[in-house]
T-cell receptor
Framework: DSGVTQTPKHLITATGQRVTLRCSPRSGDLSVYWYQQSLDQGLQFLIHYYNGEERAKGNILERFSAQQFPDLHSELNLSSLELGDSALYFC???????????FGEGSRLTVL | GESVGLHLPTLSVQEGDNSIINCAYSNSASDYFIWYKQESGKGPQFIIDIRSNMDKRQGQRVTVLLNKTVKHLSLQIAATQPGDSAVYFCAESDSWGKLQFGAGTQVVVTP
């Protein structure tokens, strides 16, 4: 158990809908990262927050947004969902702005 | 469990042999490199890391080698065991914390 908690574990929804994925980092970790893992793209970096502030952005679509709250948990919002958004979404946390990442078990999103 | 199902390069290794997994990275500004292991249905798990001011680092049964001249990273696993079967990812990070993963290598350990 990495100490990173992601909910929900599985989510099935329809095209055009909006979903929110939630991540609770390990106790004491200030950084939260979001990654998308799909069949043809591997692990794609989406966004990194450190202590509530956006620190780095990857290939995150405009339909996606994220935030890190004062209690350090984070949410990834996916809107206007398309079939191609079906993937595993991982959250990871680390103590500082860089360093070893601890991954959650992922949220499996299926868009029908 | 769930699997990603990528068409990954596969390394087949006999139990007890040593494994070498290679990775080419792209950003010459990257100063931190990590190897992760992902078992089916689980999130990636940290194995070992190395900073750009080093060229070798050893852990328990694992060694990471960094060649900055050719932007190459390798992971050596000694005495490979069935539990080492997984997908292995290298990752590179710059000082801003943008951690980018490579495509991954599937390691299959045969008895």
């Amino acid at each position: 158990d990495s100490g990173v908690t992601q909910t929900p574990k599985h989510l099935i929804t329809a095209t055009g809908q909006r979903v929110t994925l939630r991540c609770s980092p390990r106790s004491g970790d200030l950084s939260v990262y979001w990654y998308q893992q799909s069949l043809d793209q591997g692990l794609q970096f989406l966004i990194h927050y450190y202590n509530g502030e956006e620190r780095a952005k990857g290939n995150i679509l405009e339909r996606f947004s994220a935030q890190q709250f004062p209690d350090l948990h984070s949410e990834l919002n996916l809107s206007s969902l398309e079939l191609g958004d079906s993937a595993l979404y991982f959250c990871a946390s680390s103590e500082g702005p860089t360093g070893e990442l601890f991954f959650g078990e992922g949220s499996r999103l299926t868009v029908l | 469990g769930e699997s990603v199902g990528l068409h990954l390069p596969t390394l087949s290794v006999q139990e007890g042999d040593n494994s070498i997994i290679n990775c080419a990275y792209s950003n010459s500004a990257s100063d931190y490199f990590i190897w992760y292991k992902q078992e089916s249905g689980k999130g990636p798990q940290f194995i070992i890391d190395i900073r750009s001011n080093m060229d070798k680092r050893q852990g328990q049964r694992v060694t990471v080698l960094l060649n900055k001249t050719v932007k190459h990273l390798s992971l050596q696993i000694a005495a490979t065991q069935p539990g080492d079967s997984a997908v292995y990812f290298c990752a590179e990070s710059d000082s801003w914390g943008k951690l980018q993963f490579g495509a991954g290598t599937q390691v299959v350990v045969t008895p």
